[in-house]
């Protein structure tokens, strides 16, 4: 099995005087949506234009290599585009719906393509207009490297811990699972892990930190993490012999981040703002578009894996899966809002209550924050929701 290990590995921050940054971060006022924008997905398309607000070239810094969670992005590439093996990315016109909006768009790859976190990329580099900065990691680097999210591209995680179901036919939860077997192994003791442990899901002892990210229970009776979107498909398909797995959402079990944020560096809103106005309201469709006929953007997306010639392989069946469990699961879709990609204020300072004090444990620096100073609807089309 191809290892997730590089998704969530941080590496060590920038030294930036946290003083120098926040003094440009005042925070936002409300999270509530902007009402100034009233076209309907069925106008975006003749009434937007990116050229005369955006750079010329769009460029988003995904977690990880080309796969379905970062499908509402492929889903803007035309056909003509190009990758750079070596860069690790991906660039063409973007597109919305056929309709060209007079810019590029680049995707670039994480995993072994960064040097650093997509946080400290972003603030190194100013050509990056978005990156992929889910809830956790922002709240955890707010002091040094302020981001704000502007669109959510998946309302639930995907992560879970899984075990095979045969063995533990009765176990239907986290805490259920680590009573059973001998150990829960996760690639290190990260802050949801810590939440596990804290909240007696999983007793300390039988963490393992140290998972390679390889097919564990086809030789081991133990449960360990991976994603809904992969593990149970990749078990499934097993050369060696199918194992049906069984999990739970990190989510479910009250850790509930959102997981894939199209976040900025802070300090560059005023900036960013014309451009964010227009973008937005495309990628909230342009996500829905994907989820409901992904065939075209799914070829893009096995194209460009096949072209980075990397250890990582995906397949088109893989990929159906994928975009089928997160419909299923209701990892994508509209939250408890009509409006598609929005955040939930409450959930976001309930989850910082539930995080903050987790991430101090571990030695951060966690200034006092709320929902306005990580996230922000103003760029959201309120007219934009999922069937």
Not at 183 to 193: I, N, R
Not at 213 to 227: C, E, P, S, V, Y
Request: proline share 5%.
């Amino acid at each position: 099995m191809e290892s997730n290990l590089n998704r969530l590995i941080s590496a060590t921050s920038i030294a930036i005087t946290a003083a120098v940054l926040i003094a440009g971060c005042a925070s936002e006022s409300s999270l509530s949506s902007s009402t100034s924008s009233t076209a309907t997905p069925a106008t975006l398309v003749e009434s937007t234009r990116l050229d005369d607000v955006c750079d010329s070239t769009v460029a988003v810094q995904t977690d990880w290599f080309p796969q379905a969670e970062h499908g509402g992005l492929y889903e803007l590439l035309g056909g003509e585009y190009t990758v750079d093996a070596v860069a690790g990315t991906t660039t063409g016109p973007l597109t919305f719906r056929g309709a060209a909006t007079g810019v590029n768009l680049q995707i670039r790859a994480g995993g072994p393509f960064l040097n650093s976190p997509v946080v400290t990329e972003m603030f190194l580099d100013d050509s990056i207009t978005l990156g992929y900065v889910g809830t956790d990691v922002a709240i955890s680097r707010y002091a040094e490297t302020p981001t704000l999210a502007v669109f959510n591209a998946l309302t639930v995680n995907p992560q879970v811990i899984l075990w095979n179901k045969a063995l533990h036919p009765t176990a239907a939860t986290i805490s259920d699972i680590a009573k059973e077997v001998e150990a829960v192994s996760v690639y290190s003791f990260g802050p949801y892990v810590q939440y596990l442990v804290n909240a007696g899901m999983i007793d300390a002892k039988k963490v393992d930190a140290n998972y390679k990210g390889d097919f564990a229970l086809a030789t081991r009776d133990i449960a360990h993490q991976g994603f809904a979107t992969s593990e149970p498909y990749r078990y499934r398909t097993l050369e060696s012999g199918a194992i049906t797995t069984a999990y739970q959402l990190v989510h479910d079990a009250g850790w509930t981040s959102y997981p894939q944020n199209l976040a900025i560096n802070k300090l560059r809103l005023e900036e960013l703002r014309p451009c964010l106005t227009a973008l937005v309201p495309i990628m909230q469709q342009a996500q829905i578009d994907f989820v409901g006929d992904p065939e075209r953007t799914i070829a893009t997306i096995i194209d460009v894996v096949t072209q980075l010639n990397t250890s990582w392989s995906q397949t088109p069946e893989l990929a159906r899966y994928a975009v089928d469990t997160m419909q299923q699961l209701g990892l994508v879709g509209n939250g408890t809002t009509p409006t598609f990609g929005d955040f939930e204020s409450p959930r976001i300072d309930e989850f910082i209550a539930l995080a903050t004090p987790i991430l101090r444990e571990q030695g951060l620096t966690i200034p006092d924050i709320q929902a306005s100073d990580l996230a922000t609807n103003e760029f959201l089309d309120t007219a934009i929701t999922q069937p």
